[in-house]
């Protein structure tokens, strides 16, 4: 059976009454000289050991090649193949993410379609998940297992995102010995396919993470090497994975459990005083550019004046496309955020005449140390500007009232 999707994930799934174990997905990205063998190795091995209780979901994003053509192709001789071609998308991770949506099985699995993957370790992925398992991965990382003919370079590469990945995700990258590995068996009901978000390639990252998982089995294997066609990797997929990383540390655990609970104000205000912050670092750098003898020797005020100016712009971009993106996502085109501009600068003027008058007032007056006072001076300026600035200048005019 094949069906055309656009990028939505609700398609009607196939009519499929029966329910079926194993849904394995295929990615594939112009893999039409894998794509037939794969199917052929895939489909035998299952006959013998789970026949009428499978699916293989083939997943194409529209390869130049024509992949999907040829899968669909294969549908009458293996009647258990189902090719969904994707058009409006592309990515690994959620390719996979769609076939498991669309499949029935109890049990979602996945491998690559380039036979980089030994097929028959399948079995063994399969026995551990009978033995209990809620997830089985195939390692390249123990006993059995290994690369075939990687230079130094790549095995640099790969070892060294996986602890990059450990330090940054200990929890979540330290329950596996191969957590980059694509070859995988899972519980449906310790991942819930509709709760994944994953970014680029990883998708194993996203499942150890979100997933309910205890036990876990892993099988050795030996990556490898391609015989047609080539790798899709490229340096795009070194930074989404340390996107996917980032984004994950700031998810699971008690980081993200803790920003679920902040209230939003406050969450705001986090994100307000860290503009803050770059904006410290932008004002210092430029009037050190402008006026430092070294470099352009300008006047202390004209510089200062210029090293404001910069920093109040710089803190506007980051506050507008992040502290308050959603109220600036009701006021949308250039007139608007000009406006809001204008305004940010006029609130973050008044802000330095207080400043300047508080700091006075705390020194002259009530006698307190100049650098503490000061810092009294900037955490009072700042509450004054984040709240202003939200009743202001990111204001969102209701309509109807
Ligand atoms: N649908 C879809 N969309 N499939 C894709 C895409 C995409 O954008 N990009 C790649 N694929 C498919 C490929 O056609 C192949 O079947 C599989 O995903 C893996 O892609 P490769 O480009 O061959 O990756 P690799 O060989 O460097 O790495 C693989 O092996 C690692 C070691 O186990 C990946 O599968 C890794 O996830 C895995 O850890
Ligand atoms: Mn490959």
Request: proline share 3%; net charge positive.
């Amino acid at each position: 059976m094949s069906l055309e999707t656009s990028n939505d994930y609700t398609t009607p799934a196939v009519a499929h009454s029966v329910e079926c174990y194993l849904s394995l997905v295929i990615p594939t990205y112009n893999e039409s000289r894998n794509i037939k063998e794969i199917v052929r190795i895939l489909s035998n091995l299952l006959n013998e050991v789970i026949p009428d209780n499978y699916e293989l979901i083939v997943v194409d994003d529209n390869s130049p090649d024509r992949t999907w053509e040829i899968a669909q192709s294969l549908i009458p001789e293996y009647p258990q193949l189902q090719v969904i071609h994707r058009q409006h998308e592309r990515g690994l991770s959620t390719a996979v993410i769609h076939g498991w949506q669309v499949g029935k099985g109890e049990i979602l699995g996945v491998i690559d379609g380039d036979l980089q993957h030994p097929p028959e370790i399948l079995l063994q992925l399969l026995s551990a998940i009978n033995k209990g398992a809620d997830l089985a991965v195939a390692s390249r990382h123990i006993e059995d297992g290994g690369v075939s003919e990687w230079s130094i370079v790549r095995r640099f590469l790969s070892r060294g995102a996986q602890l990059l990945g450990l330090v940054i995700l200990p929890r979540v990258l330290g329950r596996v010995s191969d957590p980059m590995s694509g070859y995988f068996l899972v519980h449906r009901s310790a991942v819930k396919p509709g709760t994944l978000n994953p970014l680029g390639y990883k998708i194993m990252i996203e499942v150890l993470a979100k997933g309910k998982i205890n036990q876990i089995a892993e099988v050795g294997y030996v990556f490898q090497e391609r015989q047609a066609g080539k790798s899709k990797v490229s340096w795009k997929h070194y930074v989404d994975y340390l996107h996917h990383l980032v984004r994950l540390r700031l998810s699971v655990g008690r980081i993200g459990k803790l920003r679920q609970q902040l209230p939003l104000p406050l969450k705001r205000f986090i994100r307000f005083g860290s503009v803050g912050l770059t904006g410290v670092f932008v004002d210092m750098s430029v009037l050190y550019l402008l006026h430092d003898e070294s470099t352009l020797g300008w006047g202390l005020t004209r510089s200062k004046i210029i090293a404001a100016e910069v920093a109040i712009i710089n803190n506007f971009i980051w506050n507008d496309a992040w502290t308050f993106r959603d109220l600036a996502s009701h006021q949308q085109g250039a007139g608007k955020r000009l406006k809001r501009l204008l305004k940010f600068n006029l609130v973050c003027l008044v802000g330095l005449v207080l400043n300047v008058l508080l700091l006075n007032l705390l020194f002259n007056i009530l006698k307190i140390d100049y650098r503490l006072a000061n810092l009294i001076a900037i955490a009072a300026v700042t509450l004054w500007n984040f709240w202003i600035n939200l009743k202001l200048s990111w204001r969102v005019t209701a309509v109807d009232d």
